[in-house]
Nanobody, 127 residues
Framework: QVQLVESGGGLVQAGGSLRLSCAAS????????LGWFRQAPGKERECVAA????????NYVESVKGRFTISRDNAKNTAYLQMNSLKPEATAVYSC????????????????????WGQGTQVTVSS
């Protein structure tokens, strides 16, 4: 079992920044991949970034490249999502998810390939 707890959400003006944290506990040594997902009202859940837990290889959806940065601190068992130049359309509930299984990078964006989920944190970007 892996437990995930997100924090760092809030209200920010367009153009501002937020850093989300995802604290992992339990069988973190078994984690292969951690992803950050977001879901806005009436929209499908979307993976915005993913990082391999050991090597630290990162992947991003095109819409956030250059503005969002995913990272992890293995010593603290914590992953981060630094979000800069935020736009109102980034308003959503952001959740982190962990996968214990190796998978090709093209699978990182599919929520079905993750085993554990956090409860989510609300990010609201005002215009």
């Amino acid at each position: 079992q892996v437990q995930l707890v997100e924090s760092g959400g809030g209200l920010v003006q367009a153009g501002g920044s937020l850093r989300l944290s995802c604290a992992a506990s339990g069988r973190t040594f078994s984690m292969y991949l951690l992803g950050w997902f977001r879901q806005a009202p009436g929209k499908e859940r979307e993976c915005v970034a993913a990082i391999t837990w050991g090597p630290g290889n990162t992947n991003y959806v095109e819409s956030v490249k250059g503005r969002f940065t995913i990272s992890r601190d293995n010593a603290k068992n914590t992953a981060y999502l630094q979000m800069n130049s935020l736009k109102p359309e980034a308003t959503a509930v952001y959740s982190c998810a962990a996968s214990l299984k190796w998978q090709p990078s093209r699978w990182y964006y599919d929520a079905m390939n993750y085993d554990y989920w956090g409860q989510g944190t609300q990010v609201t970007v005002s215009s």
